[in-house]
């Protein structure tokens, strides 16, 4: 088992959340299908065009890591507040711009993503910033953080494309009104 984003009717109109057709998706197979596609970036284009949903434990600590919280696609602030592990509209804006920030900085570094990669676009960006130093060594804590007891570092290995998929899906559903259900 694992962590699935499923994109739900919002607002709730009953005791459950309605999950959305995939019918909304269909065109990520457009993506899934092209034979120049990564094949982890087809293999996610083509789970969301079929279910709606995204299997995301694999994204979990980078996402938590991009957007500087905990438990970001586990919805675990909405549960605490709602009881209902729910990513709302705004809430699903607010990962897809963060993500897409991070693809598009990401772009002088290559197609792979790794936690190196990840290190180097943050201090990029953050190095800018008015409380540049602060941010440092808050994001050095982060990094830090994610080294097992080892000193190794996680091993992260995305196509930057695919996180562009998994951006383009949280766009979708604030675009469209959809809230992400978190299953576990």
Not at 109 to 126: C, I, K, P, R
Not at 155 to 170: G, K, N, P, T
């Amino acid at each position: 088992m694992g962590l699935d984003n499923v994109a739900v009717q919002w607002p709730r109109t009953g005791r459950f959340y309605d999950p959305v057709a995939p019918a909304e998706f269909v065109d990520f197979a457009d993506l899934a299908d092209d034979p120049r596609v990564a094949a982890p970036t087809a293999a996610l284009a083509g789970h969301i065009a079929k279910t709606g949903t995204v299997r995301a434990t694999a994204y979990t600590e980078l996402v938590d890591l991009l957007l500087g919280l905990e438990g970001v696609l586990y919805a675990t602030e909405a549960a605490a507040e709602d009881e209902d592990p729910v990513i709302d509209p705004d809430g699903c804006a607010w990962i897809a711009g963060g993500l897409e920030r991070f693809v598009e900085g990401h772009r002088p570094h290559g197609e792979s993503v790794t936690f190196e990669t990840v290190g180097a676009v943050l201090h990029t960006a953050l190095s800018g910033g008015r409380l540049a130093d602060q941010q440092l060594r808050w994001l050095d804590g982060r990094l830090d953080a994610l080294l097992d007891e080892s000193g190794d570092a996680p091993q992260w290995s995305f196509a930057r494309s695919e996180l562009a998929v998994l951006s383009r899906f949280y766009r979708r559903c604030a675009d469209r009104g959809f809230a992400v259900y978190a299953d576990y």
